[in-house]
Protein backbone atom coordinates (compact mmCIF):
# COMPACT_ATOMS: atom_id res chain seq x y z
CA UNK A 1 0.00 0.00 0.00
CA UNK A 2 0.95 3.39 -0.94
CA UNK A 3 2.42 5.99 2.11
CA UNK A 4 -0.94 7.96 1.72
CA UNK A 5 -3.10 4.51 1.60
CA UNK A 6 -4.49 5.62 -2.30
CA UNK A 7 -3.62 3.29 -4.93
CA UNK A 8 -3.38 4.87 -8.52
CA UNK A 9 -3.61 3.02 -12.25
CA UNK A 10 -0.29 4.62 -13.85
CA UNK A 11 0.23 3.68 -17.49
CA UNK A 12 3.88 4.48 -18.39
CA UNK A 13 5.02 4.44 -22.02
CA UNK A 14 8.63 3.96 -23.03
CA UNK A 15 10.29 1.93 -26.02
CA UNK A 16 13.17 1.26 -23.40
CA UNK A 17 12.43 -1.89 -21.67
CA UNK A 18 14.80 -0.98 -19.20
CA UNK A 19 12.85 2.27 -18.39
CA UNK A 20 9.45 0.48 -18.27
CA UNK A 21 10.62 -2.22 -16.07
CA UNK A 22 12.35 0.06 -13.65
CA UNK A 23 9.14 2.83 -13.71
CA UNK A 24 7.03 -0.89 -12.90
CA UNK A 25 9.15 -1.61 -9.46
CA UNK A 26 9.32 1.53 -9.05
CA UNK A 27 5.22 1.84 -8.67
CA UNK A 28 4.25 -1.18 -7.93
CA UNK A 29 6.79 -0.95 -4.73
CA UNK A 30 4.35 1.99 -3.87
CA UNK A 31 1.19 0.02 -4.31
CA UNK A 32 0.36 1.48 -7.47
CA UNK A 33 -1.93 -0.72 -9.99
CA UNK A 34 0.94 -0.15 -13.67
CA UNK A 35 0.13 -0.51 -17.49
CA UNK A 36 2.92 -0.68 -19.50
CA UNK A 37 3.34 0.75 -23.24
CA UNK A 38 5.75 0.19 -25.14
CA UNK A 39 4.90 3.09 -27.94
CA UNK A 40 3.08 6.11 -28.64
CA UNK A 41 -0.21 3.48 -30.88
CA UNK A 42 0.24 0.97 -27.44
CA UNK A 43 -0.50 3.97 -25.67
CA UNK A 44 -3.31 5.27 -27.18
CA UNK A 45 -4.92 1.67 -26.90
CA UNK A 46 -4.30 1.08 -23.14
CA UNK A 47 -5.43 5.02 -22.39
CA UNK A 48 -8.72 4.11 -24.22
CA UNK A 49 -9.05 0.03 -22.68
CA UNK A 50 -7.79 0.69 -18.83
CA UNK A 51 -8.37 4.44 -18.41
CA UNK A 52 -5.56 5.35 -16.18
CA UNK A 53 -5.46 7.82 -13.40
CA UNK A 54 -1.99 8.90 -14.27
CA UNK A 55 0.69 8.37 -17.45
CA UNK A 56 4.70 8.63 -17.98
CA UNK A 57 5.29 9.72 -21.34
CA UNK A 58 8.98 9.01 -23.13
CA UNK A 59 9.44 11.63 -25.50
CA UNK A 60 11.64 9.73 -28.29
CA UNK A 61 9.87 6.89 -29.20
CA UNK A 62 9.31 5.43 -33.32
CA UNK A 63 5.99 5.80 -34.76
CA UNK A 64 4.51 8.04 -32.56
CA UNK A 65 6.37 10.45 -30.28
CA UNK A 66 5.85 11.39 -27.03
CA UNK A 67 4.59 14.87 -28.03
CA UNK A 68 2.25 13.48 -30.75
CA UNK A 69 0.79 11.08 -28.31
CA UNK A 70 0.14 13.51 -25.40
CA UNK A 71 -1.86 15.54 -27.61
CA UNK A 72 -4.01 12.92 -29.04
CA UNK A 73 -4.61 12.05 -26.02
CA UNK A 74 -5.23 15.64 -24.96
CA UNK A 75 -7.86 15.98 -27.70
CA UNK A 76 -10.26 13.50 -25.96
CA UNK A 77 -12.97 14.81 -23.94
CA UNK A 78 -12.54 11.88 -21.44
CA UNK A 79 -8.99 12.30 -21.07
CA UNK A 80 -8.49 15.21 -21.08
CA UNK A 81 -8.16 16.06 -17.57
CA UNK A 82 -5.40 12.72 -17.03
CA UNK A 83 -2.45 13.85 -15.69
CA UNK A 84 0.78 13.19 -17.85
CA UNK A 85 4.48 13.59 -17.04
CA UNK A 86 7.08 13.40 -19.96
CA UNK A 87 10.07 11.09 -19.74
CA UNK A 88 12.97 12.03 -21.54
CA UNK A 89 17.06 12.32 -21.09
CA UNK A 90 16.99 15.32 -22.57
CA UNK A 91 16.40 17.74 -20.22
CA UNK A 92 15.97 21.79 -22.41
CA UNK A 93 14.10 24.66 -21.75
CA UNK A 94 12.53 24.31 -24.93
CA UNK A 95 11.57 20.33 -24.48
CA UNK A 96 10.00 21.58 -21.19
CA UNK A 97 7.64 24.41 -22.69
CA UNK A 98 7.17 21.79 -25.88
CA UNK A 99 5.98 19.35 -23.16
CA UNK A 100 3.61 22.01 -21.47
CA UNK A 101 2.26 22.80 -24.68
CA UNK A 102 0.36 19.66 -25.65
CA UNK A 103 -0.55 19.52 -22.10
CA UNK A 104 2.00 17.99 -19.65
CA UNK A 105 1.91 18.50 -16.00
CA UNK A 106 5.30 17.71 -14.97
CA UNK A 107 8.89 16.77 -16.95
CA UNK A 108 11.22 14.01 -15.12
CA UNK A 109 14.69 13.84 -16.31
CA UNK A 110 15.66 10.15 -16.96
CA UNK A 111 17.16 8.35 -15.02
CA UNK A 112 14.55 8.72 -12.41
CA UNK A 113 14.97 7.51 -8.98
CA UNK A 114 12.09 6.07 -7.66
CA UNK A 115 11.42 8.80 -4.77
CA UNK A 116 10.62 11.16 -8.03
CA UNK A 117 8.59 9.09 -9.94
CA UNK A 118 6.56 8.05 -6.74
CA UNK A 119 6.42 11.46 -5.65
CA UNK A 120 4.58 12.54 -9.08
CA UNK A 121 2.39 10.02 -8.64
CA UNK A 122 1.11 11.55 -5.33
CA UNK A 123 0.94 15.17 -6.57
CA UNK A 124 -0.50 14.70 -9.64
CA UNK A 125 -2.96 11.00 -8.82
CA UNK A 126 -4.52 13.63 -6.30
CA UNK A 127 -5.50 16.61 -8.82
CA UNK A 128 -7.15 13.86 -10.83
CA UNK A 129 -8.85 12.80 -8.18
CA UNK A 130 -9.74 16.38 -7.64
CA UNK A 131 -10.95 16.66 -11.37
CA UNK A 132 -13.13 13.76 -11.22
Avoid: W
Wanted: some cysteine; aromatic content about 10%; charged content about 25%.
Amino acid sequence: MTTTGTTFKVLVVDDSNTIRRSAEIFLKQGGHEVLLADDGFDALAKVNDYQPQLIFCDILMPKLDGYQTVAIIKRNARFANTPVVMLSSKDGVFDKARGRMVGCQEYLTKPFTKDQLLHAVQQFGKSYQGAI
